[in-house]
């Protein structure tokens, strides 16, 4: 019998008294500590969350924006009006460009400066990517006439200066696009209402009852040996020019009107020399980085972008 109250004694948990606690081993303290840590954690993450909250129903106020001049769209404390020609310049060719949305917002954009320059019933800008009849029939219109010209360099592309000495019909809207080299690139490429086929009179067969033959809209490039100005932004070759330039170099040529181009070009003038004077660098283009071996990114994996490196860095027209 004793034996059996022993064994039932051992079996039974000792009952303590509240408060009463047995002692600790070193290990149970390590374990407890450890427990108290994600606690402790989660404790704080949920007052983080709970104190949060009421952040989300604050009022959230619009950033202020500097006014901006009406006339050449920079803030007005900047304004580079005094550099523009007191009227529009007096042209006869109408003038489209085609603004890859990215360019719209931009704080250095130079069609801005270009629109303020000309007539508004001369110069338009239509933003986008994407072209067809059905949603700008105007566009449309414009790229089946005999008189339109697109500006893009490529090996099917006339030499200006050449085309309107040879044209029978002289040129009276020209399409310039804007945007980086490559959005440039997708918006011509990617859009066949450039490359829309009209029906244009063959003036050497007329023997043959006027036959009517299907041409391409034309496409033309301008060959000339100037630099750009436009130094605070990189271009990928030294023959690179910005919009701005382009359209002054092509409206002189087609307005056989020098002036034109020293007009246009002085508001860029202007805004590159604000920009250098207020911290802005002179950003050499990427063909002269890669010639000298200052090219700051590593270069590409892909076979096709480390080819196109390798033409600008031997001045291969690409």
């Not at 019998?1 to 390590?30: F, H």
């Not at 109408?94 to 801005?112: C, D, F, G, M, S």
């Not at 933003?127 to 219109?141: H, Q």
């Not at 010639?291 to 076979?303: A, Q």
Request: charged letters at 25%; one cysteine or more.
């Amino acid at each position: 019998m004793e034996s059996q109250k022993e064994a039932r004694t051992l079996q039974e948990p000792v009952q303590r008294p509240p408060g009463a606690s047995r002692s600790q081993t070193p290990k149970d303290k390590e374990r407890r500590e450890r427990s108290a840590v994600p606690e402790a954690a989660a404790l704080g993450a949920e007052a983080d969350d709970t104190s949060a909250d009421g952040l989300w129903e604050l009022p959230v106020e619009p950033a202020d924006r500097r006014p901006e001049c009406s006339r050449c769209s920079r803030p007005q404390k900047v304004c580079l009006c005094p550099f523009l020609p007191a009227h529009p310049l007096p042209i006869s060719t109408h003038l489209y460009i085609i603004q890859h949305p990215a360019e719209e917002n931009k704080v250095l954009r130079t069609v801005p400066l270009l629109a303020a320059c000309l007539p508004q019933d001369k110069c338009k800008v239509k933003i986008g990517r994407r072209f067809s009849e059905e949603r700008d029939p105007e566009l449309s219109t414009i790229c089946q006439k005999s008189g339109t010209l697109i500006l893009y360099p490529g090996a099917e592309a006339a030499n200006l200066e050449e085309f309107i000495l040879d044209s029978p019909v002289y040129p009276s809207t020209i399409i310039i696009i804007d945007g980086t080299w490559s959005q440039a690139k997708d918006i011509f490429y990617k859009n066949s209402l450039f490359r829309h086929p009209k029906q244009q009179e063959d003036f050497h067969l007329q023997a043959r009852k006027r036959a009517l033959t299907r041409t391409l809209t034309m496409q033309v490039q301008l060959k000339t040996s100037i630099s750009s100005q436009y130094v605070i932004r990189m271009q990928p070759t030294n023959r690179c020019l910005s919009t701005l330039e382009c359209a002054a170099v092509a409206l002189s040529i087609l307005e056989k009107n020098n002036y034109i181009q020293e007009t246009l070009l002085r508001p860029l003038q202007a805004l590159c020399s604000f920009q250098l004077q207020h911290g802005a660098q002179i950003r050499l283009s990427k063909e002269h980085l890669l010639r000298n071996g200052l090219y700051p990114k590593p270069m590409p994996k892909n076979k096709r972008k480390l080819r196109k490196m390798e033409l600008l860095m031997n001045s291969v027209k690409i």
